[in-house]
């Protein structure tokens, strides 16, 4: 089901904007060494809501760098 909500964000009319927060994401991992998980996708949601927007993605990309930069 994960699966299926990412490729259809991924597909979709906002496919730019989830490719452009996902590569804002790796770019902060990699800059950091960081090799955990970070996940894309909520938890228990409504129907609709699985895969998180882009600009959420964008916030805990921020919140991830002020967290891994103040160490």
Known sequence: MIDEALVAALTGDRREEY?????ERAEVMKEFDFE????CSRGVTPLGQLVRSPEE???ETALLRSQLGSQ
């Open 57 to 59: 993605i964008r916030e």
């Open 19 to 23: 490719i452009e927060a996902l590569l």
């Open 36 to 39: 955990g998980v970070r996940f």
